[in-house]
């Protein structure tokens, strides 16, 4: 059965776009003056579509150029697959066997090595055509010929264009396409005493997750929370709370000296007691002394 997958473009390009592509030993680039977005944008394929992994069937991308180009041996159109990366990288530009290109006007596909991690792939026209308004274009790439994105979607941009021709239109897309399979890379949460005992094995996950329960202890302290800083100047998390696990890290855990709110009280009650014990003092001795005037009557 055939998976027909979501499909989206993208708005207008505001900006000139410089296309420079190197092919033949020659440079070409193209400065659009005005963009058209592709229309009908389909990406279709007979297996899953895997993230990280190579395509199991062919990936069918099919989409309709609405601008006109009048006869040019540099007529192009192109499929370029984001974060995908060739299965064996082409050689001098040939890619026959791997994608083939087919409308109603003839072109040689190439496909193009990139520095990025995107498959690139332009065709040019075999002669001098003319390309009509809202020709559909089809590009298939072979089984096991690319590595999709481990993301949870690959982004695929469509568009035609007359290199080496400034100022000339350029018709252009984006569709996001889901793939299966994506797991999430994992971070991990090292848990640092800062000061007291124990031992706390790392966390790992992937997802926002509750944090382990703190086991540091510190004698004449209470356990405070966690600080991303172990001065408690970074980011506060209290014990037991969810933590993103976007990135890797380490939480210092933070302490509260026990007698920081029992010492006034104690000073307070060893003031009264000394205070007290004077007043008893003080009484026994001048009872002693009164009794003593007592007896000289």
Request: net charge neutral.
């Amino acid at each position: 059965m055939q998976l027909t997958l979501s499909r989206t473009t993208s708005s207008l390009f505001s900006i000139a776009l410089v296309l420079t592509i190197c092919l033949g030993g020659l440079v070409f680039a193209a400065t659009p003056a005005q963009a058209a977005t592709t229309t009908n944008v389909t990406v279709t394929s007979t297996g899953a579509l895997t993230a990280g992994q190579p395509n199991s069937a062919p990936i069918v991308v099919t989409f309709t150029a609405p601008t006109a180009m009048a006869g040019n041996s540099n007529n192009s159109s192109q499929v370029r697959l984001l974060g995908a990366t060739w299965v064996t990288v082409p050689t001098n530009y040939q890619c026959g066997s791997i994608v083939s290109v087919s409308e109603d006007q003839g072109i040689n596909p190439n496909c193009v090595p990139s520095a990025t991690s995107d498959v690139y792939v332009q065709g040019f026209a075999s002669n001098a055509n003319n390309w009509p308004a809202n020709v559909t274009w089809t590009f298939t790439f072979a089984a096991n010929s690319v590595v999709l994105p481990n993301a949870p979607s690959l982004d695929v941009r469509t568009g035609t264009f007359v290199a080496a021709q400034g100022g000339a239109q350029y018709d252009n897309g984006s569709n996001s396409v889901a793939l299966t399979g994506y797991v999430a890379p994992a971070s991990t949460v090292t848990f640092n005493g800062n000061g007291g005992t124990g031992a706390m094995a790392d966390q790992v996950a992937s997802s926002s997750t509750p944090l382990t329960t703190n086991v540091f202890t510190r004698s004449g302290f209470t356990f405070a929370g966690w600080n991303t800083a172990a001065d408690g100047t970074g980011t506060a998390y209290a014990d037991g709370a969810t933590y993103p696990f976007g990135t890797s890290t380490t939480l210092y855990a933070q302490w509260t000296p026990v007698l920081a709110t029992t010492g006034t009280d104690l000073s307070g009650y060893l003031g009264s007691s000394a205070i007290l014990l004077a007043f008893g003092v003080g009484f026994v001795a001048l009872r002693a002394r009164s009794q003593k005037k007592a007896k000289a009557f």
